[in-house]
């Protein structure tokens, strides 16, 4: 059973601090994985998706890295600001067509 | 594009009533899930469609719990009767699945449900 870890639960940085997320996940036999953030309240907003085939994917200021063989995602944040602030989610897909399996997430606080 | 639409945004009802919630998803999508969120218990995956066909429903709390999707372009999940356990969020999503699609999932704005 596939198991998706997100390490720290909660971090908190002062504004215009480069900072990384982590996701490890216990199945290395992936499809593709993708990470969310979560407004307060809100529902959940794709940021990046990976596939099992790629090392990373960027956008804008956010910069997502897998190492399926290890088990590894991470999410590079440059110069946060104050509205990256929400809670950070990533999720794991096994086969085409198949479920996420999310991990618990992180709360992100970047202070101004 | 509309996103994914849910009805409705806000739902009060009083235990043992019955809850429909509706969801309209991409056009074009192929996949749909229902999810729940608390804070207890976090996101919970309750059931997933492709092609309209269920295709895993083992999260689905109990026989109260029913979800249907007629056709590709809508879908409800039902609570019949209610508990005040059933409070939550309800999430519906969707996404493209099939040969060398991506599979980006796509979140609605999701359903507060609370029941008296």
């Known amino acids: 059973k596939q198991e998706v870890t997100q390490i720290p639960a909660a971090l908190s940085v002062p504004e215009g601090e480069n900072l990384v997320l982590n996701c490890s996940f216990t199945d290395s036999a992936i499809y593709n994985l993708q990470w969310f953030r979560q407004d307060p309240g809100k529902g959940l907003t794709s940021l990046l998706l990976?596939?099992?085939?790629?090392r990373e994917q960027t956008s804008g200021r956010l910069n997502a890295s897998l190492d399926k063989s290890s088990g590894r995602s991470t999410l590079y944040i440059a110069a946060s600001q104050p509205g990256d602030s929400a809670t950070y989610l990533c999720a794991v897909r096994r086969t085409s067509g198949s479920r996420l399996t999310f991990g618990e997430g992180t709360q992100l606080t970047v202070n101004p | 594009d509309a996103g994914v639409i849910q009805s409705p945004r806000h739902e009060v009802t009083e235990m043992g009533q019955e809850v429909t919630l509706r969801c309209k998803p991409i056009?074009?999508?192929?996949?749909l899930f229902w999810y729940r969120q608390t804070m207890m218990r976090g996101l919970e995956l309750l059931i997933y469609?492709?092609?309209?066909?269920?295709?895993?429903d083992s999260g689905m709390p109990e026989d109260r719990f029913s979800a249907k999707m007629p056709n590709a372009s809508f879908s409800t999940l039902k609570i019949q009767p209610s508990e005040p356990r059933d409070s939550a969020v309800y999430f519906c999503?969707?996404?493209?699945?099939?040969?060398?699609?991506?599979?980006?999932?796509?979140f609605g704005p999701g359903t507060r449900l609370l029941v008296l």
């Open positions: 469609f492709n092609n309209n066909v269920p295709i895993d």
């Open positions: 990976i596939q099992s085939s790629q």
């Open positions: 999503a969707s996404s493209l699945w099939g040969m060398d699609r991506e599979e980006t999932q796509y």
């Open positions: 056009s074009g999508h192929n996949s």
